[in-house]
Every structure is written in C-alpha cells, then in structure tokens.
C-alpha cells in the first residue's frame, strides 16, 4: 500500500510492507532517469533489499551515479547490498517505430532469464524504454505462476502533458502508475497524482 513518509518535507509516497524484507527490489532507469530513481530510492528503508539495478549496456554513466549512492547509503547502512545488470537498450531516440519493435524484442531476450533469476518483488522505473522489456519478462513470470512482481511506475517530472512512450504502454500493466501533473491525472484516470516527488 501506498504511505506518506512522515519524515520527509516532501510529499513523497512510498510503497510500504510492514512483515518481512523484500527479497529482491529491481530499480530500472537509464540516462538522464538515472538522477530521478536514485532520489526516489534515498527515501527508501533497507526493507528494499537487496536493491538491482537494471540499465542500459550503452549506458555510460549511471554506474557511476549508482556506485556513488550505494557508497553514500553504506555509511548509514553498514549491510547494505546491490547488484547490477545491463541488458540492450530496447529503443534508442528517435530510432523508428518498426525496427524498435525488433530491439525490444531483443533486450527481452537478456530480460527474461535476468529477471526470472532475481525473481523480484518489485519493480520500480521511471520511463526509459529498458523498464518495458523488463517489466513484460516479469509479467510472464507472474502469469506462469513463477513469482509476481509488483509493478510501480513513475512518469517522469518532464513529462506535462503526454505520457512517454513507455508510460503509454505500462499504464495498462502497472499496479500503480504515478503521475507528478494534474493533467495527466485527468486525461489518465488510473494513474495516481502525488505532485512533484523528484
């Protein structure tokens, strides 16, 4: 369930499990999301762990980000614990509609086998087209009734008016889609409005 963390000056809401240590967290970003999940996860319990992380492989920069993170993170939590895994970015920018079909289709290939050995919890992204692959292998896991994951997804802060192509599609299978703008809570109803929370 959703809580507001009373702690915080900020209206963030977390996702919340009072009786046991999830066994396994995947946080799914890459680029310029990257910035975004990490403050999101700074409100997070060490409940969540451990934290695995999942980006792009033409990523350059987000190991760093994370490392620096984790890094930071161990200082007030001494057993604090991460993995990291890169798949094939499913959708490059500007890159057209058919052949990121076959990308995608692609990154789902390392997807697939990466997600069923964490077995997640859950899923938290923001957007880049790496959450989509990801969060399809975990709905296949659930419907073979492997292991469910619960999915959360947060549209990005840029995103004012329309959703991004990936918040498009996992609108219809998150099980909570967050929106940081009113007008996305109007014109998509599911969603849930908490403000801005990055």
């Not at 680029?31 to 492989?57: K, N, Q």
Request: charged share 20%; net charge positive.
């Amino acid at each position: 369930m959703f809580l507001q963390d009373s702690t915080l000056n900020t209206n963030v809401i977390l996702l919340y499990n009072t009786s046991h240590t999830l066994t396994a967290v995947y946080f799914v970003f890459t680029g310029g999301h990257t910035t975004e999940i990490l403050r999101l996860l700074s409100c997070l319990s060490e409940s969540y762990s451990p934290r695995h992380y999942v980006f792009a492989d033409s990523d350059t920069m987000s190991e760093a980000k994370i490392r620096s993170f984790e890094q930071k993170r161990a200082e007030t939590f001494s057993t604090s614990q991460f993995t990291l895994d890169r798949i094939p970015r499913s959708r490059e920018v500007r890159q057209s509609w058919t052949s990121s079909v076959v990308t995608t289709l692609y990154s789902m290939l390392y997807s697939l086998p990466l997600t069923y050995r964490r077995k997640p919890d859950l899923i938290l992204c923001n957007g880049p087209g790496t959450c989509v692959p990801v969060c399809i292998s975990a709905l296949l896991l659930g419907l073979l009734g492997i292991k469910r994951a619960i999915i959360v997804y947060v549209e990005s802060i840029c995103r004012v008016e329309t959703l991004s192509l990936s918040g498009k599609i996992l609108y219809y299978f998150s099980d909570y889609f967050i929106v940081q703008w009113p007008d996305l809570k109007e014109k998509y109803p599911k969603s849930i409005y908490l403000g801005r929370i990055v």
